[in-house]
């Protein structure tokens, strides 16, 4: 019986540099043996054909900013096991283990040594629909950040530059528009998302942006209990206890682009949704800071949300068990 394999792919733009690692492999050296192929299609296309003569129990990749995804979606068109890490578990990983230098061949071994040790569990990628709502959603962020940016520089620059910021302004904002009416289209085409739309806009505060985020960056919205959904995103309170020491309790981490656009939901919901403003203006009474009230009800909201999302029913303002 051949012995578990495990491999870690470190991705940059040009090239992908490959560690493998097993405990007493088969026709591999006892040490992670790294090699690096380029990565283009014929590039990824051969390391899926070597990879999966090898048979790995598992591939692992870091998240770099999207260059790992058409890596991923090579090695998974293949059948092989894969999963992309968080680069913040991968790094404070290697300091455990004393790796304190760093370089891409380093990298490869520690991924594929962490791999053998965590063993992550392989995760499917998103399909195709999904993977292009999610371009479009990020690409509305993007102009929402670039509108911005020129909008406060125009209130800054001389008369003659003025003109061009407004064009430049109103360019992005004609783009952004039609950005909207594509994911529109595109979540009226899928009944699954349309259905889901219409459970999160019957909820006060929640609109077309926030449904259309969630839809896109968040699919495990319902398939979660409160409290992995809450922690996921980055709004549930983590202990920092040592002894007889008692520590703020502090949320962080979590997916903080959909987690600004839940925070303006929260605030739109504490003035126009009856329960969300309720417990804000309890949390308040009681002596809360506003924004420690207000994280407490992007926490209410989202659990909400969560459960309307897994019963299938639409907003109802009488409390209900959520968990």
Known sequence: MSQPLFVGVDVSKAELLVAYRSSAPEGLPPAPRRRGVPNDPRGRAALARSLRRVRPTLVVLEATGGWEVRVAEALAAAGLPV???NPRHVRRFAQANGRLAKTDRIDAGVLAHFAEAIRPAPRPLPDAPLRALQSHVLRRQQLTQMITAERNRHALAPKDLRRGLSAHIRWLTR???ALDEKI??????????CAQDRLLQSVPGVGKLLSATLTARLPELGTLSHKQIAALMGVAPFNRDSGTFRGERTCWGGRADVRAVLYMGALTATRCNPVIRAFYQRLLAAGKPKKVALVACMHKLLT????MVRDGRSWNPNPTRTS
């Open 83 to 85: 999963a992309i890490l």
């Open 175 to 177: 783009q952004r528009e």
């Open 304 to 307: 909400i949300l969560n459960a």
């Open 184 to 193: 529109a289209q595109a979540i009226r085409a899928h009944p699954a998302w």
